[in-house]
């Protein structure tokens, strides 16, 4: 099957010729073509053909952009989008001015969001999931990172990333599903942690890994939860059981697990609030994925992460929601690009680097989506603009018409007219 792209103002290709990333002064290179046509054979990028030399009736199915622009389909690399209950009652806490972790440690927080979820049935929790994966794709989102750990026992554990499993039976949308059993110690763990993290490494995580249930294992590395000793011992298992670290660290406090996930290779560090120079340096130096996620630093009214410092240091960017019911009610894509530039300092191309082809590095995607190249699987959205930087100028609007998985159309609004 061929489908023929006509008539856009641009396509932002974010062409990385090969290397499937983008460091440095080459985020804001987005490799934008004009007066082309772009072609999408089986599911993948074919070719992208000078509007003069198209011959529209060479093709079986063409669709007129009309002057609308061309983005790779954008990566959601971090979200937490399994989870039941509401946590309003907090946020209006926060508003009077009790902070995420005075929260926490009343017993609030997590632990909430835990009860809720582990009280809901398996089909509840894939009805409001299915749900949030349909406004991400309104979005022009064509993959998105999910991770467990609102279940925290054996058995609620398994039910998310089975629920994550059975939602991916039924989207279009690429779901990378990543176990995060280490989130906090549970409740009824408090005075026994050396049992749960013993659940962890000699049940759960063996039985994830045998039965493909996640493809990363994510640690909370923060004095409210796993120590960095703690997160070693964890990776090191999961590893053993085939799956690839990924690290919640540096948020409020440096407690060694920004060095434990780079030892251990993690594909991303997420977080990252709280760095110094050097550990700029080394994350810099490496080729796992900075994650920020200025959703939390905006909800939380917290600090952001140095995006400015990382990105002139060279580091791998990625930007995400971190959607979740307490530190980032936010599943807006683009309202977290709009963060990126308005409070992190970020040009709006290099915002559109980090959650596209930096976002699939932090996922392992990179060698099929985030950008627009020859072979790669034809995940774009379509904005309806002439002119990309209204993505982040019309803040709180959505401008994306039209999202396109695997060449399939599988969101279109009324702002698409053919
Ligand atoms: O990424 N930091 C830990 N975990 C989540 C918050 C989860 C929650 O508060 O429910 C985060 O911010
Ligand atoms: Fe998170």
Redesign the pocket.
Known sequence: MQTLLINAAAILTVSTDGANSKRGADMRDLGILEDHALLIEDGKIADFIPSVSVNKSNFEQVIDLQGKTILPGLIDC?T?SV?AGS?ADEFCMKLAGAT?EDI?RAGG??RV?TEATRAASAEELLNLTEKRINYFVSLGVTSVEIKS??GLNYDEEIKILRVIKSLQAQTPVDLIPTFLGA?IIPHEYSHRRDEYISLLTDHLIPFVGQHGLAKYCDV?C?ET?YSAQETDHLFKCAIKHGLIPKI?TE?FHSVGGLETALANNAVSV??LEVLDVSQIESIAKSNTTAVL?PG?SFFLKHLYAPARLLIDFGALVALAT?F?????HIPNLHLIMALGALQMGMTIEETIATVTINAANAIGLEKVTGSLEPGKQADLAVLDTDNYKDLLYTIGQNLNCMTIKKGKVIYQNTGFHQ
Do not use: K, M
Not at 324 to 328: A, F, L, T, V
């Open positions: 971090h937490h989870f946590r995420y926490a927080g997590i969001t750990g609102y989130h909370f923060e939860a919640h948020q997420d977080h996620l939390v971190d979740n019911p307490g530190s980032s």
